[in-house]
Structures are given as structure tokens and as C-alpha cells.
């Protein structure tokens, strides 16, 4: 299979984001990865559900929301209605996590896992069978542009084999300091998914870039 790569809008220039989505509709990207963040979970603050809006009715690819906001559940009909396709809900944020994911999955998106950098994958065992990603995060969410955490590439490799040991379909994605040097160690380590921020946004060739990712 090849790369699924999911540009993250964080990095696109806001004062136009119908361009840089334009870009990314063009392009061979897979899905858009939206970051909403709440000065609380996470040290910033990036955009709220009316920008989602926006972004979903430019946007002709499937969204992927990563969620770095406390008590995620509370926001399910927003992020459902503007079509998403896969929500992600950190660990770290989700005390009833079985419950938040059956009300993802009730509300017909994909549910996903995030893992900050220092929550090892062994904690979502008895979860896996019932999601369709894990997201592990090779930065500590909150900003673009960080550097990547290397030790991902070993947590890439745990999640496989206990994805595989659990009869899960998960895919793995990772979110952080991914560009065609990080990307390559990943998907060698067995991530499917790569978002990509930084390393796209600041190319003089995105759409290029991204068909460079999607070949990994
Ligand atoms: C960070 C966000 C990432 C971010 C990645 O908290 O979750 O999606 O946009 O950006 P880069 O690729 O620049 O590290
Ligand atoms: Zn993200």
C-alpha cells in the first residue's frame, strides 16, 4: 500500500486558507489533518469549530481532526456534522475511553487514538480491536515545526506487533517533525499514515513534496 500522507492545515498560511486548501485538493493527499487545540489540553490555541466549517466546505478530501482538547466528547456533533471522517480523541484526555469511542463510531466516523510521546502503546491493548487508527504523536502536541522524537520509530514498531497480536485493522499514523528523512524511518517501521505540517507547507513545491511522501 502506498503512503497515506494527511497535510496538516496547521502550517498553511490563515489569512488564506481557501488557497493552501486548493493546493491540497490538487494535490495527491489523502485526507486533510486539522488540528483543534484549547489552551488547555495543549499549551496553544489554533481554531475552533466555526473555522472547521470553512475548512469542510473548501475541503474535497476526507478530514482527519485530531482533537488536542479536554473532554473531546462534548464536541462530537460539531465535528460530525461538517462530515469528518476519522476523529481523534487523545489518551491522555479520555478517563471513559471505550465509551467516547463507541460515540465516534455511533456517529458514523472513524474513531482514533492519540498517544502523546511519553504514553506507551501496551495501555491501548484492550482497545485496539475496536479502533481504526492510532495516532502516535512524535512531537508533544500543540505547536508545528518541533523536532522529531525518535524513539517513535521504536513505538512504531511495538504498536505493530501488538496490532497484529490483537487481530486489530488499526492503521497507524504519526503526527510530528515527519518529513522524507523521519517518513522513511517510519514506514519502515510499519506506519501507513504520515501527517505533515512544516515539511510541506514551507516547500517551494508543496503538491511535489507530497507526491514525494505519498512514495515512501
Ligand atoms: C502538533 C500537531 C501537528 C502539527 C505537525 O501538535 O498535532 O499536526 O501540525 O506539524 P509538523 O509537521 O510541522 O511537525
Ligand atoms: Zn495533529
Redesign the pocket.
Known amino acids: 500500500m502506498r503512503t497515506i500522507v494527511s497535510p496538516?492545515l496547521?502550517?498553511a498560511d490563515f489569512g488564506n486558507l481557501a488557497k493552501d486548501i486548493d493546493m491540497l485538493n490538487r494535490s495527491e493527499a489523502d485526507w486533510l489533518?486539522i488540528?483543534i487545540m484549547d489552551g488547555v489540553f495543549?499549551p496553544n490555541i489554533s481554531f475552533g469549530f466555526p473555522v472547521l466549517k470553512h475548512i469542510a466546505r473548501l475541503a474535497k478530501k476526507p478530514l482527519d481532526v485530531?482533537l488536542?482538547i479536554v473532554q473531546p466528547e462534548k464536541f462530537l456533533r460539531e465535528v460530525q456534522e461538517v462530515g469528518t471522517l476519522i476523529m481523534n480523541v487523545h489518551y491522555e484526555a479520555c478517563p471513559h475511553l471505550h465509551r467516547v469511542v463507541q460515540q465516534i463510531r455511533d456517529a458514523g466516523m472513524k474513531p482514533a487514538v492519540t498517544l502523546n510521546p511519553a504514553t506507551p502503546v501496551f495501555l491501548l491493548k484492550d482497545i485496539l480491536s475496536e479502533l481504526d487508527m492510532v495516532l502516535l504523536?512524535s512531537?508533544n502536541?500543540?505547536?508545528?515545526?518541533?523536532k522529531f522524537i525518535a524513539h517513535t520509530t521504536q513505538k512504531v514498531k511495538e504498536l505493530r506487533r501488538l496490532i497484529d497480536e490483537t487481530g486489530s485493522h488499526a492503521l497507524i499514523e504519526v503526527?510530528?517533525?515527519?518529513n522524507l528523512d523521519t517518513g522513511k524511518q517510519l514506514r519502515a517501521a510499519g506506519a501507513d499514515a504520515l501527517?505533515?505540517?512544516?515539511?510541506v507547507f514551507s516547500n517551494e513545491n508543496p503538491e511535489a513534496y507530497i507526491q514525494a511522501l505519498k512514495n515512501l
Not at 501527517?195 to 515539511?199: K, L, Q, S, T
Request: proline fraction near 4%; charge should be negative; hydrophobic fraction near 40%.
Open positions: 496538516s496547521l502550517s489533518h488540528d495543549v485530531h488536542m504523536m512531537v502536541p500543540g505547536f508545528g515545526g518541533q503526527d510530528g517533525g515527519v501527517v505533515a505540517g512544516n515539511a
